[in-house]
């Protein structure tokens, strides 16, 4: 089945920006978007953000979420320690019927 | 509170069944999408198993189509996933996540682990 491309890890320094990939193709992150999710080890995922750029209530400021074509793409400013953690895209696939993940990009904030 | 519980995992023999249940808490669970999402040890998150907020419409990942039933029964308020037909490919922590506008919403997974 295919998946979406995260690039596996992106290391950054404190308050510093990072900006997190996931490449899917038209039928995936280019027809509804993506969603991004956070996960601490041990810890089940937590949404960030929907359909590219729609925050829940209660998820920082500092984190948003775009879409380029094919390219969805989170940005997190002023970078702190609890942001280190993995992040997963997700979008709808039309052409599976199905959700498809990407492989999860690991953060870390020097 | 809206909560997410999964039970029902353990170890089970390849070519066994095992069925898990995912009971809602604060969250009518007929009112939205359902899903299940796995994740392997030390691996990513896989989708596994959908079932629409009205129970219509069921989807499947290729890897699992054909062994793996997801229902809900409304009157519980609970979510399962039938599986069967288990190979060592299956092991992982089992997910519920609750569909609004995503995956917003997540039980705190229950382990399957296959082994002879």
């Known amino acids: 089945q295919a998946g979406l491309t995260q690039p596996p890890s992106v290391s950054r320094g404190l308050g510093q920006i990072a900006t997190l990939t996931c490449t899917g193709d038209?039928?995936?992150?280019?027809?509804?978007?993506a969603t991004w999710l956070q996960q601490y080890q041990g810890q089940p995922p937590k949404l960030l953000s929907y359909?590219?750029?729609n925050r829940p209530s209660g998820i920082s400021e500092r984190l948003s979420a775009s879409r380029s074509g094919n390219t969805a793409s989170l940005t997190i400013t002023g970078l702190q320690p609890e942001d280190e953690a993995d992040y997963y895209c997700?979008?709808?696939?039309?052409?599976?019927?199905?959700?498809?993940f990407g492989g999860g990009t690991k953060l870390t904030v020097l | 509170q809206e909560q997410l519980v999964e039970s029902g995992g353990g170890v089970v023999q390849p070519g066994r069944s095992l069925r898990l249940s995912c009971a809602g808490s604060?969250?009518?669970?007929?009112?939205?999408?359902m899903h299940w999402v796995r994740q392997a040890p030390g691996k990513g998150l896989e989708w596994v198993a959908g079932l629409s907020h009205n129970g219509r419409d069921t989807w499947y990942a290729g890897s699992v189509k054909g062994r793996f039933t997801i229902s809900r029964d409304s009157s519980k308020n609970t979510l399962y996933l039938q599986m069967n037909s288990l190979t060592t490919d299956d092991t992982a922590v089992y997910y519920c996540?609750?569909?609004?506008?995503?995956?917003?919403?997540w039980g705190q997974g229950t382990m399957v682990t296959v082994s002879s």
């Open positions: 038209s039928n995936s992150v280019g027809y509804q978007g």
């Open positions: 359909r590219s750029n």
């Open positions: 997700s979008a709808w696939d039309s052409s599976l019927s199905g959700w498809v």
């Open positions: 604060g969250i009518t669970l007929s009112h939205h999408g």
């Open positions: 996540a609750k569909e609004t506008e995503s995956f917003d919403i």
